[in-house]
């Protein structure tokens, strides 16, 4: 059950309350929300719920009605977004915003093997590799892995590229060689899903559980697999469809692509998709790995090598790096259309801020000198303060300020470390003003960019229809990317604001059916959504700049010259 404690809790109530649970037998888990804190609280007894509403400080208890408890959606709102540290003071965010790449060879055959193909996937963006030293394989006369020293090595090339190491274990007794050489992720596999003794020791280390879906296994069989791993004492489980045994034999097995949109209701893990295991034929990976992104998976896993034909084992289902390099292009393409960004390693793609930011992680003292900031004109709900979440992956503070000038007076003198600002758009096309603040704040400079998708919301109050409005507000850049819907309603007045979340608070003030904002839909606070999508055309991207104080970059400039070259920004 879930327990929603009363807002400001006295830390004794909520003590007693969970001495009580534990005391009848419930493993009690403490998650704190935006909105709530609520205590999850799963056992083997059944106990009334009445008899816990009555307690002080429990404010409802809700029953949850899946057999599966702390995987399921109702259990934990928010998707879980499991933390991965690399070698270079960077986390790995599997879930959320982010869409990781995971890649690297079926099986770890040779030091130079694991180098040459770590090298590489690295060199294309993947975050994480992978490669087995157990194998599972059908056949007893089949390799079986290079076991221990094929984890050491496996480790050693992670290392030597920033990126954490995903391997199979088999059992539980390799359990002190994977704490020994330090794997980032464990994964289990599809042979072992059900296997539930290693699961609950598996789960019991605690550390990120990559879990995959088994040969024939329901989504509920699954889910309740991944219940074995969290009530275990692991709260870092990555749900992977692999694949399933159909029918079917023109691929190898057949890949559940609608099992990412069920899982999304029903749990709150993140979910990545392995394309490989799953078509089991090289050419037809990365169709199905751009599939899995376009259907909302978190991130896909992937075999590599560097020969194929020469892989001790799954070479004509492995990708040679040149294919996985086109694949993560695509990727990069499609993110923003699902409202995501891929990740990187910091290191491989220097850009200025990338650079700083890990400078800042490695020398400074993060909890005197508080977080990263960064100015945006708006409140929350700006695009640029999506701008970010994404270009920072929740590492940094957004800072409100009330027009394009604030930030870069912001930047100037010191207030904040970063400022993000918007320079083109798609459609709209240049943003003039931070052309001009640019040029004239000669003592900032671009610290690097992103594209997001705009998709444009009218809003307004309860009420508002097309019908009531007579005044629409935004910032001219909304208005003019919604000219084609606007045009529509040549009877409506035009009002500029500085942003369009400005608009949008605006609208809530002023309490009229008359009036609505153009913003994005998470501007929308008290306001509901009249209509969505009203951007002209849906290919509707914004270009941001993350700007920086000269003084902090390590080459000082005088003057700038801006140029943008498709996705590239040029100073000079
Ligand atoms: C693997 O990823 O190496 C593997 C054996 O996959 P699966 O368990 O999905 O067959
Ligand atoms: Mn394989």
């Known amino acids: 059950m879930v327990i929603v404690l009363e807002k400001g809790i006295p830390q004794k109530e909520k003590e007693e309350l969970r001495s009580f649970l534990e005391k009848n037998n419930f493993r009690v888990n403490e998650i704190t929300g935006e909105e709530s804190t609520i205590f999850g609280a799963v056992g083997h007894l ?186 275990s004492g692991t709260d870092k489980v990555i749900l992977c469809e692999r694949g399933i045994r159909t029918y079917e034999k023109a691929t190898r097995n057949t890949l559940d692509l609608s099992a990412i949109p069920i899982l999304r209701s029903l749990t709150h893990l993140p979910i990545i998709v392995d394309p490989s295991h799953a078509v089991g034929i090289r050419d037809k990976v990365p169709p199905m790995g751009l599939a899995a992104i376009a259907a909302g998976a978190d991130g896909i896993i992937v075999e590599v ?49 990338d650079k700083t930011l890990e400078q800042e992680k490695n020398t400074t003292t993060q909890i005197s000198d508080g977080p990263v900031t960064c100015a945006y004109s708006g409140t929350r709900g700006a695009y640029a303060e999506q701008a970010i979440r994404h270009y920072f992956d929740g590492d940094a503070l957004a800072v409100s300020c009330s027009d394009f000038r604030s930030v870069f007076q912001a930047v100037q003198n010191g207030s904040v470390r970063f400022g ?69 309603h040549l009877d409506w007045e035009q009002v500029e604001c500085n942003s369009t979340s400005e608009a949008a608070r605006l609208v809530s003030q002023k309490k009229s059916t008359s009036c609505a904002a153009i913003a994005s839909s998470d501007a929308a606070g008290v306001l509901e959504v009249i209509k969505n999508g009203i951007e002209s055309d849906p290919r509707n991207y914004t270009r941001f700049l993350l700007i920086e104080a000269n003084n902090m970059a390590k080459n000082k400039k005088t003057s700038m010259e801006v140029k943008i070259l498709g996705d590239k920004v040029l100073v000079s």
């Open 46 to 231: 059944s106990i009334d719920p009445r008899e816990v509403e009555i307690l002080p400080g429990v404010e409802r208890v809700i029953p949850i009605s899946k057999p599966y408890k702390m995987a399921s959606r109702e259990f934990k709102k928010e998707n879980t977004i499991v933390e991965i540290p690399n070698n270079r003071g960077q986390i790995i965010r599997v879930g959320g915003m982010r869409i990781v790449s995971i890649a690297g060879p079926c099986a770890v055959e040779s030091r130079e093997q694991i180098f040459d193909v770590a090298r590489k996937v690295a060199a294309s963006g993947a975050v994480m590799l992978r490669g087995g030293a157990y194998k599972p394989r059908t056949s007893p006369y089949a390799f079986q892995g290079m076991a221990d020293e094929g984890v050491k090595i496996l480790k050693e090339a992670g290392d030597a590229f920033g990126l954490p190491i995903v391997t199979e274990i088999v059992s539980a007794d390799h359990i002190p060689v994977m704490e020994k050489y330090h794997v980032d992720v464990l994964q289990i596999g599809a042979r072992n899903m059900q296997n539930f003794d290693l699961l609950k020791k598996v789960g019991a280390i605690g550390c990120p559980v990559i879990l995959k879906r088994g040969l024939s296994a329901t989504i509920e069989e699954w889910l309740m697999a991944a219940e074995y791993l969290l009530s």
């Open 305 to 353: 090598h560097c020969c194929p034909e020469k892989a001790m084992s799954d070479g004509p289902q492995s990708l040679y790096p040149e294919q996985f390099d086109k694949l993560l292009r695509d990727i990069d393409v499609l993110a923003p259309v699902v409202g995501k960004e891929t990740t990187r390693i910091r290191g491989t793609e220097w850009s200025t801020a």
């Open 420 to 488: 993000m600002i918007p320079i083109e758009n798609s459609l709209a096309g240049s943003v003039y003003d931070n052309y001009d603040n640019l040029v004239r704040c000669e003592d900032v400079t671009i610290a690097g960019s992103l594209k997001i998708r705009v998709e444009h919301s009218l809003l307004g109050i309860k009420g508002t229809t097309v019908d009531t409005i007579k005044t629409v507000y935004s910032h001219p850049q909304g208005l003019a990317q919604c000219g084609k819907f606007l045009s529509e």
